[in-house]
């Protein structure tokens, strides 16, 4: 098999094949090949709105095949850390002698060579790379923007830039952000999360040391003073930058308030962003929850760090928009609010429903969730049933298996399970639902006018909120 070079030069390939081509890191892959001229095909096992997104952009993408074929001419193969190496087509890869790459290993060749900033973390990762690449290109940096989702801004979830800068979410499943040897790496948070990869989160906490021990000697670490697990971390040849909500030192927000509209559903986030010596100005968002704050102070050290001023940092993060299901307001149902986001870890759970109910504190909350994976369901199962105390009621579907990451063994925990959890915790009213279809059609029975409607969960729940708004 081919091997690769230090780094990397798109324009020396003629034709890549995807497999996983529907993954938010892949498509983000088929978008710069294009971009470049690259003829794109590739594999999914399921049709859906980025699978189509591509097909209009030019890439052939098969769906469900059984019998699909890497087309000739292909001279590398990128595949999504879920296919197995007995996959079909990696082994029809292997035959041909096509070079073979997973979609980390791709972005880690691509940055080599240029000005990074990696962002990591449990939760938090997202927005935090919008906000940081949002504020690079007002900045007239022009990066590339890596995201883990669409930035609403630029309808995508990458951004191309012209320049040496990438600005990419660097994710912590699986140890992918060992990829990357960033300049500068942010650490929004760490909790105990995909444990069918790590043993626990020592095992998380040491897996980031790694990273860190790894950077640049002259590198900058920004790390989240308010995270216990995050203080177990050292730089040893980097500078350490601290953010914090709270505190008399560091880089932290001061004079936090949350602002209802009273004529509308959307309302502010209000704060100024401060050090030791100085005040660095008034931040006004239309983004909810203090989690929102947390990111926006990580982004502004990061760019910071790398010479942004502060009057730009605090132009860019007054005008962030949000991004794809991380509280996306996606429109009303009869007189209620929907919203999408993408919560899948109780500690994403709680901060999605502060944050609604900081803006909401006389409406009903209703939450419809979809666990993600049975590892984590059945790791994380009393963190679940106790996270649902700000909702007013809440409708539980079936866990979402994730292909390539199931285990049998893990087979054994149900939502049924986690609704009499629930149940017994006390927290609020609790359904079960055994299937999307099934928790949609309860869920449109319980709607009343005023309400909040929250579909949350990082599997396929999500057409629930755009059925409802059809």
């Known amino acids: 098999m081919t091997k690769f ?32 001229g690259v003829s794109v095909s590739g594999f999914d096992l399921a049709k859906s709105d980025i699978t189509d997104e591509l097909s209009d952009l030019g890439a052939m993408i098969s769906i469900a095949d059984t019998h ?63 906000m940081i690449g949002l504020i690079l290109e007002n900045a007239g940096y022009d990066p590339t923007v890596v995201v883990g989702t669409r930035v609403l801004a630029w309808d995508s979830n990458i951004r191309i830039g012209k320049s040496d800068w990438l600005v990419i979410e660097a994710d912590e499943y699986a140890a992918k952000m060992l990829a990357y040897k960033p300049q500068v790496a942010v650490i929004t948070n760490i909790s105990a999360d ?15 040391q790694k990273w860190l021990n790894a950077m640049p000697q002259h590198g900058t670490v920004v790390l989240n003073k308010d995270d216990v697990a995050s203080k177990k971390l050292v730089a040893p040849k980097q500078t350490i930058r601290l953010f914090a909500l709270k505190g008399s030192s560091d880089v932290r927000a001061a004079g936090m308030t949350e602002t ?17 010596d100085k005040d660095w100005g008034y931040v006004k968002m239309n983004v909810p929850g203090m989690h929102a704050i947390a990111n926006a102070v990580a982004a502004a050290v990061a ?17 962030f928009s949000g991004t794809w299901r991380r ?7 009869h007189g209620a609010l929907v919203v999408s986001d993408y919560a899948h870890h109780p500690d994403g759970i709680r901060a999605t429903l502060a944050a609604a109910r900081g803006w909401y504190p006389f409406h009903r909350i209703i939450v419809l969730f979809q666990p993600h994976h049975h ?19 809440v409708i539980i579907s079936e866990i979402y298996d994730v292909s390539g990451r199931e285990d049998v063994g893990d087979q054994d925990v149900s939502s049924k399970d986690l609704v009499a959890a629930i149940k017994k915790f006390g927290v609020a009213p609790v359904s079960y639902a055994s299937d999307v279809a099934q928790a949609e059609a309860m869920l449109k ?26």
């Open 5 to 36: 070079k230090a780094q990397m030069n798109i324009k020396q390939y003629n034709h890549v094949y995807l497999i996983g081509a529907g993954g938010i890191s892949v498509s983000a892959i088929a978008k710069l090949l294009l971009h470049h």
């Open 194 to 208: 995909h444990l069918d990869y790590y043993k626990d989160l020592d095992d998380i906490i040491q897996h980031f």
């Open 445 to 470: 029975e319980k709607i009343k006018p005023e309400d909040v409607v929250i579909i949350m969960g990082a599997g396929d729940v999500d057409r629930v909120a755009r059925n409802l708004i059809k």
């Open 260 to 276: 209802s509209n009273q004529s509308g559903w959307v309302g502010n986030l209000n704060f100024n962003i401060v050090d030791t």
């Open 375 to 393: 590892n984590r369901t059945k790791n994380l199962f009393n963190e679940f049933a106790a996270s649902f105390g700000r909702a007013d009621e």
């Open 303 to 319: 760019a910071d760090s790398v010479g942004v001023p502060h009057k730009k940092i605090i132009k860019a993060l007054s005008n």
């Open 68 to 130: 699909a074929e890497i087309p000739m001419g292909v001279d590398l193969l990128v595949y999504s850390e879920a296919v197995p190496e007995n996959d079909a087509l990696r082994k029809q890869a292997v035959a041909r002698d096509i070079t073979q790459i997973k979609a980390a290993g791709f972005w880690g060749k691509f940055s080599a060579n240029k000005k990074v900033i990696a962002i990591s973390g449990t939760n938090g990762k997202s927005t935090t790379t919008a």
């Open 327 to 333: 509280f996306e307001m996606v429109g009303e149902y």
